[in-house]
């Protein structure tokens, strides 16, 4: 944190280098030409730091961020490739051979005392130059690498008059650095290391951002991941802790014997969940093809092949609504079992998502955003039916037809006939689908800690099993924390032709739904928004249904989504801070 005041307190200097253009023009020309046989390469110093800055700092540092200024810096630095190049430096390098990372010398040096030189050591570095500031013979910078910051100490008396002078010419904030040296703790107790050889690995041409930590343009900082991760280190630490996630649910399911497989991407139906696809055209095929919405068909087509123990890690794609929770690109693991049903699937989850937060941070007691979540095992286990009653005093069970249980809901939601809700509410076709709508609305809010709910409809799980004692429901079951839908499991569904059933009723019920909503655009204006998601067509999964007819082993699946466990383990409010590279609208 202290590199990062000093860096917003030297980038100020970046306001006025763009009145020292022509100074470092000029300086540029009277040099050329002169052979150098140095030992270094050396980086252009900010032609701020040579000359005294203007006395209304705060005006000057405001304006350095406007695009006239910033195309006035990339100027300044781009003469300054120019100008290294004309004397025989090349500002970007092919290598650098570093002995050590920031945080390795930090941990072995730290025991020396304060003004204190370790002579004998012989180290070199290389990152960004995130804070530099020049004091007459004394130039100090804050070198930035993968594992934290150290600091370079550069003496006159320790190079050359004109490697120092090109120390303070042509090296700017931003810069990538190699450095070599010894070792030196300053008198304020400040390691660092003693510079008597450096390198310009490459020249930065834009200026990093001014209190970029001020910034509240969260837009921008999705869209330039780059540079939010060079202004704000700890985001960096966000994608370290994925990858922890990642490996250690590797290290899960290959301590339980499961194999890593991969499957399509590019299928030709969209199956294994109900979503609308992203499609796309084959040329040489000429023939469509959809992104997958899951990776659930194919897996279990291994399990007909005879993997008993299968899953895959990878990216699934739905063209759906953007949210906070939402981004049309995610990863998920799915995993199949044969010879288990779902309780062995509630076991695994528990096992897979305390395994990741022991290794992560340490404990199975979460801060999510103010609430304290306790992953102690057992988690509560609740039947879908019984969490609705208990938060309405209605029992869905209770009701023989549709239209009923869609009254009941339209009192106990509140919705008005012309709203939103009433539409979706209205094109439920049972009442397990009413039920369901009530649970999403009144209930998964409210399952902050690990919460499994069990047994769900039939009619809105046509890949589960039909439960074994409940008339009308499945073995199935999905995980909720923090009121969002983490994983999803079934006793998978072998029978051939219950399947082919269950799918051509789904499909049914979305061509109803198309049909009625191609009416609905005739008889008023399109608004040409991507509400639809009926506009697409399904069609059966032949192959999967004749794989099912080879014989499937009794077995269950589940699905685990990776961003959103990431976000639980990283105290992240929105998916796009788990996500590197987030699928964001169009700049207007």
Same mark, same amino acid.
């Given at each position: ?17 763009? +009145? ?23 980086? +252009? ?12 700092? #705060? &005006? ?63 180290? +070199? ?6 804070? #530099? ?62 510079? @008597? ?24 900082? %999705?869209?330039?991941? %780059? ?12 994608? &370290? ?39 796309? !055209?084959?040329?040489?095929?000429? &023939? ?9 068909? !194919? ?19 739905? @063209? ?13 693991? =799915?995993?199949? =079992? ?46 879908? !039916? ?33 709203? !939103? =809700? ?113 506009? %697409? ?11 099912? =007819? ?20 990283? @105290? ?17």
């Amino acid at each position: 944190m202290e590199a990062l005041r000093v860096w917003r307190a030297s980038s100020n200097l970046l306001g006025f280098a763009a +009145s020292r253009a022509a100074a470092a023009a000029a300086t540029a020309t009277a040099s050329v030409g002169r052979a150098h046989r140095l030992h270094i390469r050396c980086c +252009s110093p900010a032609a701020a730091a040579t000359t005294k800055p203007p006395q209304d700092r #705060r &005006r000057r540092s405001a304006s350095s961020s406007s695009t006239s200024d910033r195309d006035s810096i990339r100027a300044i630095r781009l003469k300054k490739v120019e100008e290294l190049r004309g004397k025989g430096y090349e500002p970007y390098a092919h290598k650098w051979d570093r002995t050590h990372t920031t945080k390795e010398l930090q941990e072995r040096y730290a025991h020396l005392e304060n003004g204190e030189v370790c002579t004998e050591a012989a180290v +070199s570095i290389a990152g960004r130059i995130v804070a #530099r500031r020049a004091f007459g013979k004394l130039v100090f910078m804050t070198v930035r690498d993968d594992s934290g910051t150290i600091q370079l100490y550069c003496e006159k008396d320790s190079l050359t008059e004109e490697q120092f002078e090109q120390l303070k010419a042509f090296i700017d904030i931003g810069d990538i650095l190699g450095a070599s040296g010894s070792i030196k703790k300053t008198e304020k107790g400040e390691l660092s290391v003693y510079v @008597n050889c450096f390198e310009i690995l490459t020249k930065s041409l834009l200026p990093l951002p001014d209190k970029y930590h001020g910034l509240t343009d969260v837009d921008k900082r %999705y869209r330039q991941r %780059y540079i939010d991760m060079i202004a704000n280190p700890e985001v960096a630490d966000v994608f &370290r802790t994925r990858a922890k996630v990642v490996s250690e649910i590797r290290k899960t399911m290959e301590s339980f014997g499961f194999i890593e497989v991969e499957t399509p991407v590019l299928q030709g139906a969209a199956g294994g969940a109900e979503a609308r696809p992203f499609i796309t !055209h084959h040329n040489s095929l000429q &023939r469509d093809l959809y992104l997958r919405i899951a990776t659930e068909l !194919h897996l279990k087509r291994m399990l007909v092949g005879g993997l008993e123990k299968v899953y895959e890690i990878g990216r699934i794609f739905r @063209n759906e609504g953007i949210s906070t929770r939402h981004n049309p690109e995610f990863t998920t693991i =799915e995993m199949y =079992e044969a010879y288990s049903d779902y309780e062995s699937m509630m076991s695994l989850a528990e096992e897979i998502v305390t395994r990741c937060a022991m290794v992560t941070i340490g404990k199975l007691k979460v801060d999510y955003q103010g609430t304290e979540i306790s992953l102690e095992r057992p988690w509560r286990r609740e039947t879908m !039916h019984r969490l609705v009653e208990e938060a309405t005093g209605v029992d869905f069970n209770s009701f023989g037809d549709t239209e009923s249980a869609k009254n009941a809901a339209t009192g106990l939601l509140g919705i008005k006939t012309e709203s !939103h =809700e009433n539409t979706s509410l209205q094109a439920c076709s049972s009442v397990g689908h009413v039920l369901n709508e009530v649970f999403e609305t009144v209930v998964e809010p409210t399952l902050v800690q690990p919460t499994f709910v069990l047994d769900y409809p039939v009619e809105i799980s046509p890949l589960a099993k039909p439960h074994r004692r409940h008339a009308g429901l499945t073995e199935r079951f999905e995980l909720f924390i923090c009121g969002r839908e983490i994983g999803n499991a079934f006793s998978e569904l072998t029978d051939p032709i219950d399947q082919r059933s269950r799918f051509e009723n789904q499909i049914k019920q979305h061509n109803a739904k198309r049909a009625a909503m191609g009416k609905k655009d005739k008889s008023a204006e399109s608004k040409g928004d991507d509400d639809d998601e009926y506009s %697409y067509e399904v069609s059966l999964d032949e192959d999967f249904l004749t794989s099912l =007819e080879y014989g499937m082993p009794p077995a269950s699946g589940m699905g685990l989504g990776i961003d959103r466990l990431v976000m639980l383990l990283t @105290n992240s409010a929105s998916i796009r801070d788990v996500i590197a590279f987030p699928v964001l609208k169009l700049q207007q």
